[in-house]
């Protein structure tokens, strides 16, 4: 994290706006590196600038020359201003880039689909090293090797290594209790070492092979892969001559499976952006142990009036705020301050970064590739942009609305005769689904009858737009925006009691429309219904009627699976979780002694007592408990 020098006092700033109070501001700034926020009336950031001179960079907000009308509306709607002096630049860059990832200020250039990658991990915690996928911060004892571009991607190279190294993929749990070999033994993907059918140093000789081909080193091992092979052949062990055969194809088959492999690039990550009409898209290839292990397509929120190069070093820092940095970045252009930018990730990765744009050989073609591909996919993504306008055209001319929705909320209820009930709303809008701003709602309420789904959707609604309404009235921060559409998954009688709610919290301004299943639940017959107007149809193939299909069973999917989580949780949760006393420890003891939950119900107060760590008054405890 950057060294903070000290927080500028200016909370005693005279009532001015706009370029008046930034000049006002500049008056007590330092001539020295730092960082900087311009803040609106309503407390919210608008911009997270880092300079080399706050003085000097500040100022030039002031003079009213060279800027945008994106920049001079942004200098209008600032009210205040907040500072922090850090000892460099390099420091205040890696501040900045912190500071645009958790405030997401509305005129910087923003990444926003920032999901972890995933991750092989072999972990070092037990003498059976373990083979495994991994997501999140590197929390485990061992040695990670990604990142993969997506999950299929490191499933099947997971899938591969078990079928070349053999290793472990079962938690410790299943590892010590088997007691004979599990079916990916018999499958051939598992040398079975919880077993003893192979020792563990062999075992950790499999592990040695497993890391040293996930650095790189594959030619190495298949080599060395080889010579086994030849050598139980020479000797007439043909079974053990065919396993290492096997395990040497299941190694070529990573090469096949991953595409272009260069031979020149053995640790980089390759990143071309492409923009068009205000729009950008910046793809990036991951290249590991001279594999290539996928790449994956970004567009980040960019306006018009940002250059291509400001774009690209935009991405870079808040790319790699949360994520491992690579020796090398290759990328399609030169970023703005590129030379400050790599030795800011040099200090974050503890090693020397470049960032480079190849002129001629193998990496200027890998560069070539990632912008073919940036360029069609911002093609597509603008060609899907322009049929979703007309859908919401659409919408807004079946539904009667004054202007295409902006945000459209669709909430459905999902339960089994009342139990683990959930309420989804899943968000669509311009963009297509807006995932990050999906809800579920456990169902809280006692007094609802099991199975009422007006009372459900009541409970669901109230709550979503109650807090809407206090964010708004405070000032706070809104959590989620105001829809400019409701859709309700049912008829007449769910729109009532979605519109009781809505009137009695004062948003009944909110257009809301119920969408009722066909006869016999048929798709293309749903009827909707809308207060003041009489139940109505779409034409069968109509392209909005689709479109309202897809909202609909894209809510009804997320409510499912928003059940089915909440109904798995319960079901593995055991009644002696709830006895005052009964830790693991004791659990797990008891579970030993009379194989479930249930065996310890029907257990008498003396065999209980004779399990270890079980006390008389404990025991009765537990007795009593189950008789309830």
Same mark, same amino acid.
């Given at each position: 994290?950057?060294?903070?020098?000290?927080?500028?006092?200016?909370?005693?700033?005279?009532?001015?706006?706009?370029?008046?109070?930034?000049?006002?501001?500049?008056?007590?700034?330092?001539?020295?590196?730092?960082?900087?926020?311009?803040?609106?009336?309503?407390?919210?950031?608008?911009?997270?600038?880092?300079?080399?001179? !706050?003085?000097?960079?500040?100022?030039?907000?002031?003079?009213?020359?060279?800027?945008?009308?994106?920049?001079?509306?942004?200098?209008?709607?600032?009210?205040?201003?907040?500072?922090?002096?850090?000892?460099?630049?390099?420091?205040?860059?890696?501040?900045?880039? %912190?500071?645009?990832?958790?405030?997401?200020?509305?005129?910087?250039?923003? #990444?926003?689909?920032?999901?972890?990658?995933?991750?092989?991990?072999?972990?070092?915690?037990?003498?059976?090293?373990?083979?495994?996928?991994?997501?999140?911060?590197?929390?485990?004892?061992?040695?990670?090797?990604?990142?993969?571009?997506?999950?299929?991607?490191?499933?099947?190279?997971?899938?591969?290594?078990?079928?070349?190294?053999?290793?472990?993929?079962?938690?410790?749990?299943?590892?010590?209790?088997?007691?004979?070999?599990?079916?990916?033994?018999?499958?051939?993907?598992?040398?079975?070492?919880?077993?003893? #059918?192979?020792?563990?140093?062999?075992?950790?000789?499999?592990?040695?092979?497993?890391?040293?081909?996930?650095?790189?080193?594959?030619?190495?091992?298949?080599?060395?892969?080889?010579?086994?092979?030849?050598?139980?052949?020479?000797?007439?062990?043909?079974?053990?001559?065919?396993?290492?055969?096997?395990?040497?194809?299941? !190694?070529?088959?990573?090469?096949?499976?991953?595409?272009?492999?260069?031979?020149?690039?053995?640790?980089?990550?390759? @990143?071309?952006?492409?923009?068009?009409?205000?729009?950008?898209?910046?793809?990036?290839?991951?290249?590991?142990?001279?594999? %290539?292990?996928? %790449?994956?397509?970004?567009?980040?929120?960019?306006?018009?009036?940002?250059?291509?190069?400001?774009?690209?070093?935009?991405? !870079?820092?808040?790319?790699?705020?949360?994520?491992?940095?690579?020796?090398? @970045?290759?990328?399609?252009?030169?970023?703005?301050?590129?030379?400050?930018?790599?030795?800011?990730?040099?200090?974050?990765?503890?090693?020397?970064?470049?960032?480079?744009?190849?002129?001629?050989?193998?990496?200027?073609?890998?560069?070539?590739?990632?912008?073919?591909?940036?360029?069609?996919?911002?093609?597509?993504?603008?060609?899907?942009?322009?049929?979703?306008?007309?859908?919401?055209?659409?919408?807004?001319?079946?539904?009667?609305?004054?202007?295409?929705?902006?945000?459209?909320?669709?909430?459905?209820?999902?339960?089994?005769?009342?139990?683990?009930?959930?309420?989804?709303?899943?968000?669509?809008?311009?963009?297509?689904?807006?995932? %990050?701003?999906?809800?579920?709602?456990?169902?809280?309420?006692?007094?609802?009858?099991?199975?009422?789904?007006?009372?459900?959707?009541?409970? =669901?609604?109230?709550?979503?737009?109650?807090?809407?309404?206090?964010?708004?009235?405070?000032?706070?921060?809104?959590?989620?925006?105001?829809?400019?559409?409701?859709?309700?998954?049912?008829?007449?009688?769910?729109?009532?009691?979605?519109?009781?709610?809505?009137?009695?919290?004062?948003?009944?301004?909110?257009?809301?429309?119920?969408?009722?299943?066909?006869?016999?639940?048929?798709?293309?017959?749903?009827?909707?219904?809308?207060?003041?107007?009489?139940?109505?149809?779409?034409?069968?193939?109509?392209? =909005?009627?689709?479109?309202?299909?897809?909202?609909?069973?894209?809510?009804?999917?997320?409510?499912?699976?928003?059940?089915?989580?909440?109904?798995? @949780?319960?079901?593995?949760?055991?009644?002696?979780?709830?006895?005052?006393?009964?830790?693991?420890?004791?659990?797990?003891?008891?579970?030993?002694?009379?194989?479930?939950?249930?065996?310890?119900?029907?257990?008498? =107060?003396?065999?209980?007592?004779?399990?270890?760590? =079980?006390?008389?008054?404990?025991?009765?405890?537990?007795?009593?408990?189950?008789?309830?």
């Amino acid at each position: 994290m950057p060294y903070i020098g000290g927080v500028t006092d200016l909370t005693e700033s005279p009532p001015l706006s706009g370029a008046a109070l930034i000049k006002d501001y500049c008056r007590r700034l330092p001539d020295a590196p730092g960082v900087y926020r311009m803040i609106d009336a309503a407390g919210e950031v608008l911009y997270v600038g880092k300079a080399r001179s !706050l003085k000097k960079r500040v100022i030039q907000y002031a003079q009213g020359r060279f800027h945008t009308n994106r920049i001079a509306h942004m200098v209008d709607q600032t009210r205040a201003m907040e500072f922090v002096s850090t000892r460099t630049e390099t420091d205040a860059l890696l501040l900045e880039i %912190n500071l645009i990832k958790q405030l997401k200020p509305r005129f910087n250039v923003l #990444l926003r689909d920032d999901k972890s990658f995933p991750e092989i991990v072999i972990r070092r915690e037990h003498p059976a090293a373990q083979l495994r996928k991994h997501r999140g911060a590197h929390s485990i004892k061992g040695d990670y090797f990604g990142p993969f571009a997506s999950a299929g991607a490191v499933n099947r190279t997971l899938n591969t290594l078990q079928k070349a190294f053999l290793l472990r993929s079962c938690s410790d749990s299943v590892y010590e209790s088997r007691t004979r070999p599990c079916m990916l033994h018999q499958i051939r993907r598992c040398s079975a070492p919880c077993t003893g #059918l192979i020792g563990l140093e062999d075992y950790a000789a499999l592990v040695e092979q497993a890391e040293l081909f996930l650095r790189g080193k594959s030619r190495a091992v298949t080599a060395k892969m080889a010579e086994e092979m030849q050598a139980a052949s020479d000797e007439m062990e043909f079974e053990r001559a065919a396993r290492l055969r096997d395990r040497i194809r299941a !190694l070529a088959s990573v090469a096949q499976e991953t595409g272009v492999n260069p031979e020149t690039v053995d640790e980089a990550d390759v @990143i071309a952006l492409h923009s068009e009409g205000g729009q950008a898209c910046i793809q990036v290839f991951f290249f590991r142990a001279g594999q %290539n292990w996928g %790449n994956r397509a970004y567009f980040p929120r960019v306006d018009k009036s940002d250059t291509d190069e400001d774009i690209m070093a935009a991405f !870079l820092g808040q790319f790699y705020e949360d994520k491992p940095i690579p020796r090398l @970045i290759l990328v399609s252009l030169e970023p703005s301050e590129r030379e400050l930018l790599a030795e800011a990730f040099t200090i974050k990765s503890n090693r020397k970064v470049e960032i480079s744009r190849p002129q001629r050989g193998e990496k200027r073609d890998l560069v070539a590739q990632a912008l073919t591909n940036a360029r069609e996919a911002l093609g597509r993504k603008m060609a899907e942009g322009s049929a979703q306008t007309k859908l919401l055209n659409g919408v807004a001319e079946a539904f009667g609305m004054d202007a295409p929705p902006e945000r459209i909320e669709v909430y459905d209820n999902s339960h089994i005769m009342g139990t683990n009930a959930v309420g989804g709303m899943v968000v669509a809008g311009p963009e297509g689904f807006q995932k %990050n701003q999906y809800r579920k709602f456990n169902i809280k309420s006692t007094e609802l009858t099991p199975g009422d789904d007006y009372g459900m959707m009541r409970e =669901v609604l109230r709550r979503r737009f109650a807090r809407m309404v206090k964010e708004e009235e405070t000032g706070e921060a809104v959590s989620s925006p105001r829809p400019d559409l409701v859709l309700i998954d049912g008829g007449a009688g769910q729109l009532a009691a979605a519109s009781e709610i809505m009137a009695d919290l004062g948003v009944d301004d909110i257009a809301v429309v119920g969408v009722a299943k066909g006869p016999d639940r048929d798709a293309g017959l749903e009827r909707f219904f809308i207060e003041g107007r009489e139940p109505f149809m779409l034409e069968p193939k109509s392209p =909005v009627l689709y479109y309202l299909q897809r909202l609909r069973d894209e809510a009804h999917r997320f409510a499912i699976g928003s059940h089915r989580t909440r109904r798995a @949780i319960d079901m593995k949760k055991n009644p002696l979780d709830e006895i005052e006393g009964v830790g693991p420890g004791r659990k797990k003891a008891l579970l030993h002694a009379f194989g479930s939950a249930k065996g310890v119900s029907r257990a008498a =107060v003396a065999d209980l007592e004779k399990v270890e760590g =079980v006390s008389g008054p404990l025991a009765q405890r537990i007795h009593d408990f189950f008789r309830r």
